[in-house]
């Protein structure tokens, strides 16, 4: 099971430096949120995936899933979320301030 999310942080994060690279202004907001739900990913595969096991060690139980990367993502869900409305209220009002989401355009370079 670790391997599947393995690669599945790898294609998330292969897919966010694509976007990240383009020259859209919303390709590049939607490459920094596939790149942070990628680091989610990685973080819950770094902290072990164990299913049925409780998160909070009481009597009688030997084996747990340790809760601190499930806080750790909490923790960055939020983050993210307030990180992506902000580049997307940047990227309205950019657009809307100068009529275009073309970031060669943006820098001034309008011959390529």
């Not at 292969?14 to 976007?19: G, M």
């Not at 939020?78 to 820098?107: C, H, P, W």
Request: hydrophobic letters at 45%; proline letters at 4%; zero cysteines.
């Amino acid at each position: 099971m670790e391997i599947i999310t393995s690669i599945l942080a790898g294609v998330l994060f292969a897919t966010a430096i694509y976007n990240i690279l383009q020259k859209q202004l919303l390709r590049i907001v939607i490459g920094t949120a596939l790149l942070s739900h990628g680091a989610h990913i990685l973080i819950l595969t770094m902290g072990r995936l164990k299913t049925g096991q409780p998160p909070v060690l009481t009597e009688g139980i030997s084996d747990y899933t340790d809760p601190l990367p499930q806080a750790l993502i909490l923790t960055s869900i939020v983050i993210s979320f307030g990180v992506t409305s902000l580049l997307l209220v940047l990227a309205y009002r950019t657009t809307k301030e100068n009529n275009t989401d073309n970031m060669e355009q943006l820098r001034g370079n309008e011959n390529e």
